[in-house]
T-cell receptor, first 116, second 116 residues
Framework: DAKTTQPTSMDCAEGRAANLPCNHS???????VYWYRQIHSQGPQYIIH???NNETNEMASLIITEDRKSSTLILPHATLRDTAVYYC?????????????????FGQGTILTVHP | EAGVTQSPTHLIKTRGQQATLRCSPI?????VYWYQQALGLGLQFLLW???????NRGNFPPRFSGRQFPNYSSELNVNALELEDSALYLC???????????????FGPGTRLTVL
């Protein structure tokens, strides 16, 4: 799976949009961009994923650049409960096979702190 | 809809003993994944089971093993426990996606294993 680079930490004011960047310059054409978050000592929570197009759900929006080498997760109105470690993961789809098959490779992620 | 469940929540063992951790996937999911999150080491992929078969394995010694039952629940067994096995063990489940799609993994709350 392609390696991702994320800032170590970011701050955001409550009620403002939180924009979390991720670089994945070696991404392959069949690799998806996934975002998870982990609140202290809990299981990671799935947020959103995409392949080429921008995606939006009830939690967040995912903006993927046209060359697919970077993406941004947007939490439109951050709350204190959004304070967590956010992981950007690039992985192949389930039909790709190989040693990367099935697994998520987590990096260090971005510690997002939302302030009152 | 119930999410992924894991038991027990906490487990305390002594060095050399065996630990058994259990996971029930989301209803309808056939794939189960195990991850280890040790302090300072991040989330590491352990095992992937689908339809009762081991499909992929992370870089862990053979004393980490598991199985998947006909109802798709799963067990992770850790034999000859070592102090460094102390960690949060996370289970995730997914559907196996069809051609052109990807399989999103949903995580449980984890089992905290402490080895004394």
């Amino acid at each position: 799976d392609a390696k991702t680079t994320q800032p170590t930490s970011m701050d955001c004011a409550e009620g403002r949009a939180a924009n979390l960047p991720c670089n994945h310059s070696t991404i392959s054409g069949n690799e998806y961009v996934y975002w998870y978050r982990q609140i202290h000592s809990q299981g990671p929570q799935y947020i959103i994923h995409g392949l080429k197009n921008n995606e939006t759900n009830e939690m967040a929006s995912l903006i993927i650049t046209e060359d697919r080498k970077s993406s941004t997760l947007i939490l439109p109105h951050a709350t204190l409960r959004d304070t967590a470690v956010y992981y950007c993961i690039v992985r192949v789809g389930s039909n790709a096979g190989g040693t990367s098959y099935g697994k998520l490779t987590f990096g260090q992620g971005t510690i997002l702190t939302v302030h009152p | 809809e119930a999410g992924v469940t894991q038991s027990p929540t906490h487990l305390i063992k002594t060095r050399g003993q065996q630990a058994t951790l259990r996971c029930s996937p989301i209803s309808g999911h056939t794939s189960v994944y195990w991850y280890q999150q040790a302090l300072g080491l991040g989330l590491q992929f352990l095992l992937w089971y689908d339809e009762g078969e081991e499909r992929n394995r992370g870089n862990f010694p053979p004393r980490f093993s598991g199985r998947q039952f006909p109802n798709y629940s799963s067990e992770l067994n850790v034999n000859a426990l070592e102090l460094e096995d102390s960690a949060l063990y996370l289970c995730a489940s997914s559907l196996v996606a069809g051609q052109g799609y990807t399989d999103t993994q949903y995580f449980g709350p984890g089992t905290r294993l402490t080895v004394l």
